[in-house]
């Protein structure tokens, strides 16, 4: 009987100090980051515009540093983003996913925003901004060109360039845009940029030598990110630098590179890239070129400053001869379908890492591909999750079958063990033994009644994972209040559900632990009950946990998002059922209303 309390026991603590961590550790971590970066943006300062850099001393193998940001002489106050994507001419970007422009000025694309996803629910809202030029509140932007080798003079384009714009005026879907530029001493640029229907850029740079004399330059494109972003704070989530090189996927947060400063990479089929909970911008070089790629982190200034870049190999241009380099950037939503199908037609390795799916991944992904099949079906991915919990339950029926059976003789026998605790308690050895030699007697398995809890732990941290980091989740509603399932759900006890004028969560210390909204309250109930309905343990710490966990438990979840919580009261319900039926078939009487009767009778006599 002891190893069936110490497993109990140690199920239900490991479930209760994994939710605590993220209730007690990850939320009061995520508000310190919110205070620290409403800090950073009060600081209003921003480095100026970086000038084009003198060529590098030559690494070892005779590859060039990739240009990074110089030093300006004085922090200047930043523009809005408005007016610096005005300050410059531009080529427009219109496609079906995406808004934004290109800078003639350096040729970067540093202006970008998401037009099928919006900042809240609200459709009217505005769009998710992912790319900003440098000057304006939140650079974040990509840049592709050339550094010259070792004793190589030449002239080249660089971040202060203005190019010249031929052909189409604005870049869309199978409308490419075409920039030259002529260093008037015989090397002539020109770069070709196209875009896909939904997030993918392909970038084309040639350099044709007009000149009398060979040139040597290095192709690189780096993707640049000024101050650190506010991030979500939660140990489950990557954001910051991340990668696959040689097939393994390296993720570093900002924290880290900005420690290390410097991480370098001679790889092959690799990508990489900087990444944020639902959007990512990656660049994605030919798989099998080798290279010399970075993450980097910089201090200009008061401004902090992450690189994510590479160097492709050198390119020998003789007189007359035309080199050119091609590379691939990947801006936009994390659309798990859309990643798998770049990934397949792209052959770009691994790709679909991009999604944090976790060291689970073997559970993440299938549970996500199911849902998702599910929500093709139904249209709402409120009914998928319900779905998938009875297909989980049908998977699994066997094993629970036998748990609820050992817990009907379990009960059944109850009164022996009672006989038996009170005929042996001075002498515990004997005790255990007698009730060693009932199990036997009876077939029964004292530790198959934790076998459910076993199995529902994985599951329900793979759905947390789902919800929590696939943007299919985001703003996808369900019934009646519930607008987003990747959010906690909006109603709140403690203001009588919106009828009083206040927001409970808002008070100070106490704040977060007045979220308590109606499916959670229904959580707790159906938990109740199927407590309820198992026998009561005998050793009154152990009761007095299972007593204490519907009502703990209701309020970790309140604060987790609706999906899970309704994926959670609907799996009790389900148990709640099946554990009836199968009890009664076993000759088990359901004890469930009686149970409820005394344990409110009680209370009140206490």
């Known amino acids: 009987m002891n190893d069936q309390k110490n497993t109990i026991l140690a199920v239900v603590l490991s479930a209760l100090v994994l939710i605590s961590w993220q209730y007690f550790v990850g939320m009061p971590q995520m508000e310190k980051q919110k205070q620290e970066q409403a800090q950073k943006q009060a600081q209003v300062t921003l480095p100026a515009q970086p000038g084009q850099p003198a060529p590098a001393a030559a690494q070892p193998g005779g590859a060039p540093v990739i240009p990074g940001q110089a030093a300006p002489p004085a922090a200047v106050i930043a523009a809005t983003r408005a007016a610096t994507i005005s300050a410059t001419p531009r080529i427009r970007i219109d496609t079906p996913s995406l808004n934004g422009s290109i800078a003639l000025k350096g040729g970067r694309i540093d202006d970008l925003s998401l037009v099928k996803y919006r900042e809240t629910v609200d459709p009217k809202s505005p769009a998710i901004v992912l790319l900003s030029p440098s000057g304006s509140p939140e650079p974040f932007y990509a840049e592709f060109g050339w550094v010259a080798a070792t004793g190589t003079t030449a002239k080249l384009p660089g971040p202060d360039t203005v190019w010249t714009q031929a052909g189409s005026n604005a870049l869309g879907v199978g409308q490419p845009v075409k920039l030259t530029y002529n260093n008037g001493d015989g090397l002539e640029f020109a770069r070709t940029i196209s875009v896909d229907d939904k997030y993918l850029f392909t970038v084309k740079d040639e350099v044709a030598n007009k000149s009398a004399a060979a040139v040597s330059l290095y192709p690189y494109a780096l993707i640049s990110r000024h101050g650190t972003p506010q991030v979500q704070g939660y140990y489950i989530l990557h954001e910051g630098m991340i990668g696959v090189l040689d097939d393994k996927l390296q993720e570093d947060t900002y924290k880290n590179i ?35 790629a970075e993450f980097l982190s910089t201090l200009t200034g008061a401004q902090r400053i ?6 492709l190999e050198q390119r020998n241009v003789a007189p007359g001869a035309t080199a050119t380099a091609d590379t691939r950037l990947f801006a936009g939503a994390k659309e798990v379908n859309l990643i798998s199908q770049y990934e397949k037609e792209q052959n ?19 549970m996500f591909i199911v849902m998702d099949y599910f929500f093709r079906l139904t249209g709402n991915f409120g009914i998928a999750i319900l779905l998938v919990t009875v297909l989980i339950k049908i998977v699994f029926f066997p094993l629970a079958n036998k748990s609820y059976a050992s817990m009907a003789k379990m009960k059944a026998v109850q009164p022996q063990m009672t006989e038996i605790r009170e005929r042996f308690a001075d002498d515990k050895a ?3 033994a007698a009730l060693m030699e009932l199990y036997k007697q009876e077939k029964i398995n004292p530790i198959a009644g934790c076998l459910p809890i076993l199995i529902q732990i994985p599951v329900f941290f793979a759905l947390y994972k789902v919800l929590f980091v696939t943007i299919e989740m985001r703003h996808a509603p369900f019934f009646g209040w519930i607008h987003d399932l990747a959010a906690p759900d909006p109603t709140n006890l403690f203001n009588l559900f919106g009828l009083l004028p206040f927001d409970p969560t808002a008070l100070p210390v106490f704040g977060h632990f007045l979220a308590l909204g109606v499916w959670p309250l229904i959580m707790g109930v159906t938990m109740f009950v199927q407590m309820k309905l198992n026998p009561s343990p005998p050793d009154p710490t152990q009761k007095m946990i299972f007593d204490w966990m519907p009502l703990i438990f209701t309020f970790m979840l309140a604060t987790f998002p609706a999906g899970l919580v309704i994926y959670w009261a609907w799996n009790n319900t389900l148990s709640v059922i099946q554990q009836s039926v199968i009890m009664r078939k076993h000759g088990a009487k359901i004890e469930l209303f009686d149970n409820i009767k005394s344990l409110f009778a009680k209370k009140k006599s206490d």
């Open 258 to 292: 900005e420690d290390k400063k410097k991480i370098e990479f001679t790889k092959s089929n690799y990508w990489l890239g900087i990444t944020d909970k639902y959007w990512a911008a990656t660049l994605i070089p030919p798989q099998n070129a080798a290279i010399k």
């Open 306 to 311: 992450y690189q994510a870049d590479y160097l």
């Open 348 to 366: 770009i390795s691994r790709f679909d890492l991009m999604i944090d799916w976790g060291w689970f991944y073997f559970i993440t992904k299938p």
């Open 430 to 432: 004997k005790q255990q």
